[in-house]
């Protein structure tokens, strides 16, 4: 593949990453309250750290070739970054709703403040 189009997709790759990441970061600071902060991390954590990791991925193909390793450490990282991330927002999202934190009142629905049923 000639080099201008591997660092063109390589740089698409990483900057948009990156762009995501950045606008997420942004977006975090105009939500109204936390729950509505952990769902804008979520293009972050499942789009943009998946792209800059795929992106260096590319790189490295590009530089010293293919092996089945640095794929296998690629889906890796990139279901770990899916996975993890989803979960830990979960589990954020509820720590901050049980501690009390107040909430949006256009937030709906609203299972948490539901008691669970048996």
């Known amino acids: ?6 660092v ?3 740089a698409l790759l990483c900057v948009g990453g990156a762009l995501f990441v950045l606008v997420s970061g942004v977006a975090m600071f105009k939500a109204r309250d936390g729950l509505s902060r952990m769902n804008v991390l979520s293009a972050a954590t499942g789009v943009g750290m998946p792209s800059i990791a795929v992106g260096a991925y590319v790189w490295t193909v590009h530089d010293h070739g293919f092996l ?38 256009a937030t709906s629905p609203n299972d948490l403040a539901e008691p669970p049923s048996r």
Request: net charge neutral; no cysteine; glycine share 6%.
């Open 1 to 6: 593949m000639p080099e201008v189009v591997v």
């Open 8 to 10: 063109a997709l390589v």
């Open 68 to 105: 089945w390793v640095d794929l296998v450490k690629l889906g890796v990282a990139v279901l770990g970054f899916i996975i993890m991330s989803s979960v830990a927002s979960n589990s954020i999202t509820r720590a901050a709703y049980r501690s009390g934190a107040p909430l949006d009142p």
